[in-house]
């Protein structure tokens, strides 16, 4: 009798990258919730753009690059990339400010460096940044998160579609009206105007750590990460770094001068530390990938967030963190290896 | 008695696989009766095949060597049962290389006359060297699908210090159930056969290391032992992880030794014989029967009746599985060895080897989705056994760079497949690490090869020099010689003429 010859293992594969890409987008919906009930629905269109251009110029690339478009496609990565961009991007923003994100994503960050696999920089954070440099001015307009007590104008649903379809508001709201400076910016802007930390955080935009909203959304990321940890999508390594890297100084500088340093606490719980920690920096391609490697990786991403935000001009460093540690991965994957069995017990263990 | 110990070292990575070892358990082994031909490769063993001792038309005996190792490194071959030579002859066989390999084809006169062998004399009396010579003799090698002679590792082994000998019953890979069922049934002859090892090696303690799904072989082990009230021989169970049946997963696992890199299991004091293997060495020692059978699983969703078999060596796998009942429909391909380690063959005329520990028939792989690229997602890393990062190495591999495959260690990958399972981009990883392993070979044999001929020429050319050297200072000497020598000699020639002249004259 005759058989077909193929190579071993013959086994089926458990995982798939489309399985893993789907479980963060799963992993996210918690906290997409909270954002929307707190910052209003401008989530969700931030999140329709972004993933239309998105899945559109991975399209245009792939067929550009006469890759077969529809396996490609399936595996979501590009659909990650944007809903993390989404997040990152204040809840009003015009479609073409996303867009510019998305599309310098996934075009240039992603597919000019070789597609999935083979992008050296995070494609969200590189498109973050770019939003930064072109749109500076967008990024500012964070609306204030609706508490009981606080009392501004929120806009509703049509209104928040309008704004993003054209850029302008309703006659009746003006940006002053709507708009409030994130927790970050209202602690750089105290500090530089040479108010304590209690003083500030006097103000009603702050919550028991954070900012009020904020601290919300931060608890649900946290809650998806943890449940991406055990499911073995993300490892620890990278998220116990980030917050090593970011908290360890923060604690050192708040016990030695808590008046003009903001309380670790408020550093895990404002900005975007938590969703870079289990969402952003954890993206495995740009990532280092040896554990003990992870661990400095994450440290290091930690702990430049820390700078940027106490000595730079940036109210958050998340992106410029990511983007810089993601050019350091090759020499910290070399310099990480684990201890090859066999190879004597020189190198500590890596786990 | 000692009881099963737990104690144990620690090991990397790993992966609990269902054992789908259930089907081909439930019956005791099936005996196969002869078949009407037999096929024997002479290559059976690590290292250079055996030669031919027979000719075509020479009837053989059961027992008898039919081939004759060959150089310091391999075993004989011995005849299965008793019938005629027909033909020696390629015959197709699974194996890394090529699909045929030179075989000894013998048709069976179903009389199964046995060869009278070398006496049999008490183990006990014979010192270990003579009874090294006398496993050699045996055709034995290692049964785990290894097939390194045993009589050579016992030797390299007595050239170490060594303190234990751990016996492998750890059968971790899916489907394979053959040691299992071996130990059930015949656990005397695999506990005898660690006495010889042990007397061979002049070890005093011997770990029957034994995973601790298979319950029933435990149970049967310890009756053995009680019995035999043989103190050094202690039973130690281990989780059901694989790849802990590899031998240097194995010994770091008891021991917590690990075995260096490129080194043997020897450096750290083991030596490591399958169970399999130790039976077949009471076999022969004790019984006088050499090497012409062994258990083999047959089993997957492509077999009708999975179950185990003993067989003859050389008798066919499509002779096997016709008499467990034959193929179900779903027979697609069939993997010898285990699922994750084995290797397809196209055709079921193949031969049972010393090496078949398994025959699986698989319906078509499931792989429907295409290879992804890699997303460094790292689960390679957590679940290979020797902390390599399958993931850079991949990447290396693809890049063709031979230094940093070196750095991450590609040789000291032992091809278990762990990280094929759980990649989530479906990326062959094993088998672009065999590719490149066989590159770097090649590349050393061009290395070597290149540095041969650069020698041959250096020294080609420092001859040439050399000769050229020693003619130029010849000829300088004679000119050296003619300036002095010359003006004397034409005035000795002068005066000889003169003289003749003279004489002429007178």
Redesign the interface.
């Known amino acids: ?17 489309a ?2 890409m789907l479980q963060v987008l799963a992993a996210l919906v918690p906290a997409a919730l909270a954002h929307v009930w707190y910052f209003g629905p401008g989530l969700i269109f931030n999140l329709l753009v972004a993933a239309i251009f998105a899945v559109a110029g991975e399209a245009m690339m792939l067929r550009l690059r006469g890759r ?1 478009v529809g ?2 496609l399936g ?1 979501y ?1 590009a659909l990650v990339a944007a809903v993390l961009l989404a997040f990152a991007l204040p809840s009003l923003t015009p479609w073409w400010v996303t867009a510019t994100g998305a599309l310098f994503a996934v075009v240039v960050a992603k597919h000019l460096y070789g ?4 992008n050296i920089f995070n494609p969200a954070m590189a498109g973050y940044v770019v939003i930064l440099v072109a749109f500076p001015m967008h990024l500012n307009l964070w609306v204030a998160p609706r508490m009981g007590d606080i009392d501004y104008q929120h806009l509703t649903f049509l209104q928040t579609l309008w704004f993003t379809l054209t850029g302008g508001l309703p006659d009746s709201a003006t940006f002053d009206a709507i708009s409030r400076a994130t927790p970050l910016d209202v602690m750089k802007t105290g500090l530089n105007n040479m108010a304590t930390v209690s003083e500030i955080r006097a103000n009603p935009l702050m919550g028991d750590f954070g900012g009020r909203g904020w601290e919300w959304i931060g608890n649900f990321l946290a809650m998806g990460g943890f449940w991406l940890m055990i499911r ?1 999508i993300i ?1 620890w390594q990278i998220p116990a770094g980030v917050g090593l890297g970011l908290l360890v100084p923060a604690g050192i500088m708040w016990l030695v001068d808590p008046g003009n340093n903001p309380s670790p606490g408020f550093h895990l719980f404002a900005g975007a530390s938590i969703l870079c920690a289990f969402f952003i920096a954890t993206d ?2 740009s ?1 280092a ?3 003990r490697g ?1 661990l400095v990786y994450g440290i290091g991403i930690g702990f430049l967030i820390f700078s940027i935000r106490t000595w730079g001009s940036y109210a958050d460093g998340v992106a410029f963190a990511v983007l810089l540690m993601n050019m350091a991965v090759p020499a910290i ?1 070399y310099v990480t ?9 020189g190198s500590a263990s ?1 786990e | 008695m000692t009881a099963p110990t737990y104690d144990l070292g620690r090991l990397h990575g790993g992966l609990r696989l269902p054992g789908h070892k259930e089907a081909s358990t439930r019956e005791p082994i099936l005996d196969v009766p002869i078949p009407a031909q037999l096929v024997l490769p002479i290559e059976q063993h690590v290292g250079q095949p055996a030669q031919p001792i027979v000719g075509v038309g020479d009837r053989v005996l059961k027992g008898q060597p039919v081939a004759e190792p060959d150089g310091e490194m391999g075993v004989p071959v011995h005849a299965t049962s008793s019938g005629t030579v027909v033909a020696i002859e390629p015959w197709p066989v699974a194996r890394h290389r090529g699909d045929k390999a030179p075989c000894i084809v013998i048709e069976c006169d179903g009389l199964d006359e046995a060869f009278a062998g070398p006496e049999i004399v008490d183990y006990r009396v014979l010192e270990p060297a003579d009874l090294l010579l006398r496993i050699l003799d045996g055709g034995i090698v290692g049964l785990g699908g290894a097939v390194f002679p045993t009589a050579q590792k016992l030797m390299q082994a007595r050239t170490c210090k060594t303190e234990f000998l751990l016996l492998n019953g750890v059968e971790c890979e899916p489907y394979i159930s053959c040691d299992d069922v071996l130990m059930r049934e015949r656990p005397a002859e695999v506990l005898g056969g660690a006495q010889v090892l042990m007397h061979a090696l002049q070890i005093e303690t011997c770990f029957v290391v034994v995973e601790s799904d298979k319950p029933e072989a435990v149970a049967r082990l310890e009756e053995v032992l009680a019995d035999l009230g043989d103190d050094r021989i202690v039973i130690k169970l281990v989780p059901t992880i694989y790849p802990s049946g590899g031998e240097d997963q194995l010994v770091q696992l008891v021991t917590n030794r690990e075995v260096p890199s490129g080194g043997l299991p020897t450096d750290v004091g083991c030596v490591v014989q399958n169970v399999g293997t130790a039976a077949a060495v009471y076999d022969w020692v004790v019984r006088g029967e050499p090497l012409i059978s062994r258990v083999t699983t047959v089993t997957g969703d492509g077999i009708a009746n999975p179950t185990n078999v003993r067989s003859r060596l050389g008798t066919t796998i499509g002779d096997i599985v016709g008499r467990t009942g034959g193929y179900t429909d779903r027979a697609h391909h069939l993997i010898i060895g285990g699922p994750l380690t084995g290797k397809t063959v196209s055709t079921d005329e193949v031969p049972v080897v010393k090496a078949t520990n398994c025959v699986l028939a698989v319906a078509r792989s499931t792989y429907t989705r295409g290879q992804l690229p890699c997303i460094r997602c790292g689960d390679c890393a957590d679940v290979c056994p020797v902390q390599l990062l399958p993931q850079q190495l991949f990447w290396h591999a693809n890049a063709d760079d031979e230094k940093k495959l070196r750095d991450f260690g590609l040789t000291d990958c032992i091809e278990c497949g762990c990280c094929d399972l759980v990649c989530p981009s479906h990326i062959p990883l094993t088998a672009s690490f065999r590719i490149a392993k066989g590159r770097i070979r090649e590349l050393a044999d061009e290395k070597a090869r290149a540095e041969r001929a650069r020698q041959r020429f250096e020294a080609r050319n420092e001859r040439l020099e050399r000769e050229r050297r020693e003619r130029d200072e010849e000829l300088a000497r004679q000119k050296e010689t003619a300036k002095t020598a010359g003006p004397a000699a034409i005035a000795e020639i002068l005066e000889r003429r003169q003289r003749k002249h003279e004489d002429d004259a007178s």
């Open positions: 009798m005759k058989f077909e010859l193929r190579e071993t293992p013959y086994w089926s594969a458990r995982t798939n990258v399985s893993t077969p396996a490609a595996d990565s597609g999935l696999g083979f073995g490892r495995p391609v990532a990938t040896s554990p992870r994957d290896r684990p201890h090859i069995v066999g190879h004597g017990r890596d």
